[in-house]
DNA sequence: ATAAGTGTTGCGCA
DNA sequence: CTGCGCAACACTTA
């Protein structure tokens, strides 16, 4: 599950070895999680040097003279930079750089490829429609996200086009922080419940981009992050005692998701 | 061994 | 607007 805080150290990772690099050959393997032609993709892509890597939610966002290079990992998936003859077994998309370098890219799951045209990043629509980045909001932008919305909020929390870069996977710690049940609905938050998530959020994405984001994927030279499971308070966590209190941790349904809570922290009074 | 569960996302429907 | 189920189809766990 790459999050904002995988995505973010990727970013870094890409921004730091490829820019300046000139990509020579593009192979796909899944044309399926292209948003164009094998062919356009393959054509807006040879011969480009890349100008700079960023991110944006889950979508790391290579920027080069020949137009967008735009990748979600979907449920899982590495970005690895290997010498030529030792990419690894499984990659979807690969990028062969005029070093001798390539870009392997393989996600197991429901993952994108895409390619936008110079200048028509505004056009892709499915990275155009993200909220602002989870780190990126002062807490009065925050508030401002939040006034006027009915739901609960933890959907509002993994909605990407209100808020982009929390995922399924932090999002039971990041709610536990801030000593909030998963299904309080927004109007009935007080500002300082408001102010203790916006904190929660920052903490827990902090704390694990400064161990190299989660211990179950790897960067980009193939080394895991040394966030793991010692490292989640309730998290998966289920039928452990809460850090806190003491109680148990409980794994409950909301919506389409689970959910893992402390039921004497985070306690759901409407 | 077979099946259910799962980190993401967009879509259609109530 | 919001919740919810579904589909995309790989890999782990029960």
């Given at each position: 599950?790459?999050?904002?805080?995988?995505?973010?150290?990727?970013?870094?990772?890409?921004?730091?070895?490829?820019?300046?690099?000139?990509?020579?050959?593009?192979?796909?393997?899944?044309?399926?999680?292209?948003?164009?032609?094998?062919?356009?993709?393959?054509?807006?892509?040879?011969?480009?040097?890349?100008?700079?890597?960023?991110?944006?939610?889950?979508?790391?966002?290579?920027?080069?003279?020949?137009?967008?290079?735009?990748?979600?990992?979907g449920m899982?998936?590495?970005?690895?930079?290997?010498?030529?003859?030792?990419?690894?077994?499984?990659?979807?998309?690969?990028?062969?750089?005029?070093?001798?370098?390539?870009?392997?890219?393989?996600?197991w799951w429901f993952?994108?490829?895409?390619?936008?045209?110079?200048?028509?990043?505004?056009?892709?629509?499915?990275?155009?429609?993200?909220?602002?980045?989870?780190?990126?909001?002062?807490?009065?932008?925050?508030?401002?996200?939040?006034?006027?919305?009915?739901?609960?909020?933890?959907?509002?929390?993994?909605?990407?086009?209100?808020?982009?870069?929390?995922?399924?996977?932090?999002?039971?710690?990041?709610?536990?922080?801030?000593?909030?049940?998963?299904?309080?609905?927004?109007?009935?938050?007080?500002?300082?419940?408001?102010?203790?998530?916006?904190?929660?959020?920052?903490?827990?994405?902090?704390?694990?981009?400064?161990?190299?984001?989660?211990?179950?994927?790897?960067?980009?030279?193939?080394?895991?992050?040394?966030?793991?499971?010692?490292?989640?308070?309730?998290?998966?966590?289920?039928?452990?005692?809460?850090?806190?209190?003491?109680?148990?941790?409980?794994?409950?349904?909301?919506?389409?998701?689970?959910?893992?809570?402390?039921?004497?922290?985070?306690?759901?009074?409407?």
């Open positions: 599950m790459p999050e904002l805080p995988e995505i973010t150290c990727r970013a870094r990772e890409m921004k730091k070895e490829l820019v300046g690099r000139t990509i020579t050959a593009v192979e796909v393997n899944q044309p399926k999680c292209l948003n164009v032609p094998v062919e356009t993709f393959v054509a807006g892509l040879v011969g480009a040097e890349v100008l700079d890597v960023t991110h944006h939610g889950k979508w790391l966002i290579s920027e080069t003279t020949r137009g967008y290079f735009l990748l979600n990992l899982g998936g590495e970005v690895l930079l290997v010498p030529r003859e030792k990419l690894p077994e499984k990659w979807r998309v690969r990028l062969d750089f005029a070093d001798g370098e390539s870009l392997a890219i393989h996600f993952g994108y490829a895409h390619y936008a045209s110079p200048g028509k990043l505004g056009e892709h629509a499915m990275s155009a429609a993200l909220g602002p980045n989870a780190l990126d909001l002062p807490l009065g932008a925050f508030r401002e996200l939040l006034a006027g919305r009915r739901g609960r909020i933890k959907s509002f929390l993994l909605d990407q086009k209100r808020i982009a870069g929390i995922g399924n996977a932090y999002v039971h710690d990041i709610l536990f922080r801030a000593k909030l049940h998963p299904l309080r609905g927004i109007p009935t938050l007080s500002d300082d419940e408001i102010a203790a998530l916006r904190k929660a959020i920052r903490t827990e994405f902090q704390r694990s981009i400064r161990k190299g984001a989660a211990a179950y994927e790897l960067d980009l030279y193939g080394k895991p992050g040394r966030f793991s499971g010692k490292d989640l308070l309730v998290g998966y966590r289920e039928g452990k005692p809460c850090p806190t209190c003491g109680a148990t941790i409980e794994k409950i349904k909301t919506g389409s998701t689970s959910s893992f809570i402390c039921p004497t922290c985070q306690p759901l009074n409407d």
